[in-house]
Every structure is written in structure tokens, then in C-alpha cells.
């Protein structure tokens, strides 16, 4: 299937001349979560603001459904949702006038039920009389969502959607999120929040420096770059690994108390049994073992520091 | 077209006028009182007429320019500078909505509000004074065009406007005196020849001149002439916004 966004050598420098995009190249399949993860200034927004209109691009192209987002921004801009990363409200206007406004500015006519059914999903039907000066933060976020999906998008842009929202909140958001994927809507996402990446995302893009570092398929990242680690705590400790171990490129830590062994899940043989027999060899007494799987954040903290 | 959207735009806009009813409606009305009880009852008890018109007849049409022309261009800048200044713009930038449409709904609303407290004014002038418009036509005429023209020169200065400073300097510093010296409450005549000659080079006096000439028939510059200018200055208002749109201008850049 022919991806829903297709984003190539996409450049952007502001007139600061400071180049925010540098040759960004991107293919969005229908229907899938994409998390774009990127410390702050990595040019996620940029690459958001262009795709929705809201920037001109320098060079390069943005295709949505096969449309144009410049000479076509009828079409792409119809089928696209944004809620931004900033908390922007009209202070003084009616959550269902603000909700309604943004349906009409897509060209869409009105649809009090469609409104109603959005409110009650994101539980901002109680509110929906009341101005949006009165709302807090986590509401203003919720209307925000509401605005984006007064149109009924196809696409939709989630620029840090949980920053600053609390933990229940989140969930429900995140609730809503599989909703609008179950119904066939492509989500794109940045956040900072990488669990919510690694729980929720079918892809992971990474971004940096205004250039995109990998863009795979989540279990297939964590596969490849998600590292185990066999830890071993010993009865007495080592001055030094022994010379007969040395194969395993074990590492010594703890003041000697504990041996750390690197192992790759995807490989044939793990060469935990093997090492384990070796140290029975050695003479090492064992006092315990465990192990643990590199996160989405380690991975991401080492692709991140590896681009630098 | 995106009507949906045009619409969208014109009433949020205009219910933010009626969110200010009391500032929009009222103090218009009260100024304009206060203009002719100085102006009308203090100075027209010492001049009797100008040009064969009563001194608070003949101030009427530039009361009417002086807040057509503050209205429009505070309305028609605000409306744009505001959501540029909270953000909110990004949801306008990202809609399917040309710029022609975005104008439209914006000045179309700035306007309609400039011409509605126009509206109000002339009501309460002519319970103060005896008004008959010679020529109705010319008088919407003038009237339409000025709002509109000065309505998209509001927004122009709303896109360029960087901060609340930079949107007031203009509709603050230089509309006033441009209206006060085009011969509001004056007929050019009676200045100096130096100033008269100066006073061919503001461009409110024949917008304001025009208007009264659609009203008495008297008029300080030839009513072709104003309005020629007037459409001139439409011209080079939709030119600029063309250019702006053009390259995104402190919009989309």
C-alpha cells in the first residue's frame, strides 16, 4: 500500500539561518502509530509544521494520499489533524464554540452530533458551556484533541501530547489514541515520554540535528539494538576476571562482587551456558543471577549520543 | 471556495463584538455625543455654517471617518495579530483555507464592524443635527470602501506587527493626525495657503472630503479625486497582501 505520508529530502532554514531540517526523508504507512523521538531542537515540530501547512518548506516534498502539501493543500490539510505542543486556546471562547469553529475552518459543514460524540469521548462533555480560561491544563490538552478530530481526520499529529498531563489522564488519552487507530486513523506522535513510545508505537523514528537516525519497526528495533545483560552476583569477590573467561568479555564491577556478561537475544547461542559452566570451572561461586533488557530509552540515548 | 470556512471565521470574529457589546457600541456613541456638544454646541455657536452647511452637519462625516478608519484598522489588525500573539494561528494556517478566504473572513468581519459603528454614529449625529445625504450612492460608495480598504490595511499592520507596540504605533500615532489635520472639523479653506498645499499630500483628506460631498455636495478636493484615491489605496492594500501571501511573510516563515 502506498504510504499515507511521504515525506522526501524535506529542508528547512529559517531566515535565523538556523537549519532545522536537513534532508529529511520519511514514508508513513496508513493505519500505523509512528513515535518520532528526538531531544529538544531535533526539528520534530518543523518536520510537524510542514506537513500541516503551518511552515514552508525550504526543499523537498511532502506528499499526503498522493497530494502535494503545498499546491494541494486542500486535499492534505482536510484529511490531516494537529493538536501542537503549546496549550494555544481562545481564553474567552466556549469549549463547544472553539470545537465547532475548527470544523467549519475545514470546510466542513456542521455536525452537532459528531461535536457531541468527540466531547463525550474525551470527557469534556460537562465542560463544553464553560470558557476555556476556566479549564486546566490537562482539559486544555483534551479540547485541543478535540479540535484536531472535530473534522475527522485521517492523519493526525500529536506534537508532545502528554507534556504536563497527569498519569490517569494520560491513560484515557492513550485509550482514545487506540480508538482512532482501530478505526483506521494514522497517528504520528513526538514525545519524551519513550515508555509511552515503546508501549504504544508500531514505529519508532528517530530524529536529530534536523536529520532523521532510523525510522524501524518497534519490536524489530528493540530486537536488533536491545541488548540483555547477565548479571552475576558472587560469594566472594574477584581481584580480577580470570584469565580462562576472558572469551566472554565479562566485565567487573562492584568492587569485584559482581560480573556483568553483554549478550545478544537475536544471536544463535547466547553463551550463557557455556559461561556458566566456564565459571563452575573457575572455581567462582555464584550468589545470584539476573537479568535485564536494554529500554527504548537506552536505545535511544545510544543512537542519540552516537549521532553527536 | 471553503465557505464553510470564510463563515468560520466571520462570526467568531464577530462574536467577539458581541462579546464587547458595551466597549463596541456604547463608547462610540458616547464619544460621538461628546464631539458634538464641544465641538457642535461650543465652537459651531461661533461658527454658524462652512460652505453653507451647519458647523455640526458638517463635522458629521469626519466623525464618521475618524472611527471608521481607527475601528477598521484596530479590528481588522487585532484580529489577525491576536491569534499570531497567542498561537492559536496555527490551527487557521493549517486548515484548508486559502489566504484570499482567510481575508475575507477576517476584514470581512473588521469591516462589517467598522460599518456598523459608523452606522451608530451617523443615528446619534442626526439626533443632534438636521443630516440629508444628497447622494446615497456615493455615500455607501465611500463608506464601503474605506471600511474594507482600511480594514485590510488593519491586517496588513496585524501580520507585521511583532508586538502590541508595533500595532498601536500606527492606528495610535499616525491615523489621529492624519484625520484631525484631513479636515474633520474644518474645511482646508480656511488655513493658510502653506497648509493647504500640505494638506493635499494627506491622503484622509480626500476620503473624508468625498464622503462629505456624497453628504452636502460641498467638498474641499474634487469627489473623482477622492475617489481615485481611495480606490488607489485598495489597490495598493490588496498588492501588499498579495506579496504577502506570496512569500509567507511573517506567517508561514
Redesign the interface.
Known sequence: MAPIVSVSNLSKTYASGFKALKGVSLDIEQGEILALLGPNGAGKTTLISIICGIVNPSGGTVLVNGHDVVRDFRETRSMIGLVPQELTTDAFETVWNTVTFSRGLHGKKPNPAHIEKVLKDLSLWDKKDNMLRELSGGMKRRVLIAKALSHEPRVLFLDEPTAGVDVSLRKSMWEVVERLRASGVTIILTTHYIEEAEEIADRIGVINGGEILLVEDKTALMSKLGRKQLRVDLSHPLDAVPDTLSAYNLTLEGDGHCLIYDYDTSADRTGITSLLAALAEAGVRLKDISTRQSSLEDIFVEIVGAGR | M????I???YF?EM??TR?TLLQSVVSPVISTSLYFIVFGAAIGARIQEINGVSYGAFITPGLIMLTLLTQCIGNGSFGIYF?KF???I?????????MIEIVLGYVGAAATKGLMIGTIILLTASLFVDLSIAHPLAMIFFFVLTAVSFSLFGFIIGIWAKDFEQLNLIPMLVIPPLVFLGGSFYSIDMLPPFWQAVSHFNPVLYLISGFRWSFFEVSDVNPVVSAVIILVFLTVCLSVLAWIFRT?YRL??
Do not use: C
Not at chain 2, 471553503?2 to 470556512?5: F, G, M, T, V, Y
Open positions: 471553503n465557505i464553510e470556512a463563515k468560520s471565521i467568531f462574536a467577539r462579546r491569534p497567542t498561537g492559536t496555527y490551527e487557521v494556517l493549517s486548515s484548508p483555507v486559502s509567507g508561514r516563515n
